[in-house]
């Protein structure tokens, strides 16, 4: 195989979820049927990683100083909801309940990993959450044992300063049949079942 | 997202096999945890687009004018294996079973998806069996039902000027067991066994 083949395969092996036959299969479909999307790509990767960094506030990635979330004027700034990634907080605005703002982690706490507090940006997230105007902050890191730990040191740490902290309702999903949903999760929704 | 953000995740999303999901978890991935990777990543591709065509003999990717098989004095020139793809050529190689030359087709007939006789450079394939030195061509594209039609097609073509054309073996696979194997594959070793 020709040495830029070889190159560009070692180099698309550097993306998540792919291995040497995907890289290949990749690298032969760019060069055969896809130069200008080869191109494009290259400029994408190019551009990204000069002119994206962490909003000042929020810790996303974003062009400018603080990003188009944090600076939109029309969101409450007494709420503030946690989330894990980017990739979480797009879905949550896609549920259109949310008016207030963010702080994104990059990441959850993961003692196995060597993940710990400071890889998380928790001191950025204390000085944000104590800006005076937060009120309440939302935690809305994943439901596995991960993220569980890390909305529950993110609470303690919060609380111990005095702000008001909550969590995602759990329960039994939207649409769900009983019969189909573990048993942790009708257990979680009988205790936490609501007055109608 | 922010607009470089969107323009990655756009980008990516050229890459076969990956969706919106996937692009967008690789280029958070990148920008999180591995820069180093996305620039490498952009110089490869860039590298790539402007170095690899294809081989003047052979049709494969290369650098060259000719690529390093085809200019290896030690294989056998009166020999000449067609593939589909690079990737074919490479398992082949892995084998150490042949030692003669090689015709990279860059697909398959496919004319549901539009993909005639000079999509896959047959005209290229004839002037390079007609060299004089090649005796035998044999035909090695996959045993798909494309993959077939194409043989087919390139056998009567390359007969109908007088070349020796054969196809490798089917038959049981190395390590089957006749319970597990499908009826089409064992009917096919059964017409073509051979004297012990």
């Given at each position: 195989m020709s040495k830029s083949l070889e190159f560009l395969t070692e180099a698309l092996r550097?993306?998540?979820?792919?291995?040497p036959k995907s890289a290949q299969r990749m690298a032969f479909h760019l060069l055969q049927h896809d130069r200008d999307g080869a191109d494009m790509l290259s400029r994408a990767l190019q551009q990204a990683v000069h002119a994206v960094h962490h909003c000042?506030?929020?810790?996303?990635?974003?062009?400018?100083?603080?990003?188009n979330t944090c600076s939109?004027?029309?969101?409450?700034?007494?709420l503030l909801c946690v989330v894990e990634t980017p990739a979480d907080q797009l879905m949550i605005e896609q549920t259109l309940t949310y008016k207030g703002l963010y702080f994104v982690l990059m990441g959850r706490l993961s003692p196995l990993d060597g993940i710990g507090p400071k890889d998380i940006h928790l001191e950025k997230l204390l000085a944000r959450a104590a800006?005076?105007?937060?009120?309440e902050v939302v935690l809305a890191t994943n439901f596995t044992n991960e993220g569980e730990a890390t909305a529950h040191y993110i609470s303690e740490m919060l609380k111990a300063r005095g702000l008001r902290v909550s969590r995602l309702a759990r329960g039994?999903?939207?649409?769900?049949e009983l019969e189909y949903v573990d048993a942790g999760t009708i257990a979680r929704a009988m205790l936490d079942r609501r007055a109608t």
């Open positions: 550097r993306l998540p979820g792919v291995g000042a506030l929020c810790n996303t990635f974003t062009e400018d100083e603080v990003c939109d004027e029309r969101r409450e700034r007494q800006d005076g105007l937060v009120t039994v999903p939207v649409g769900g």
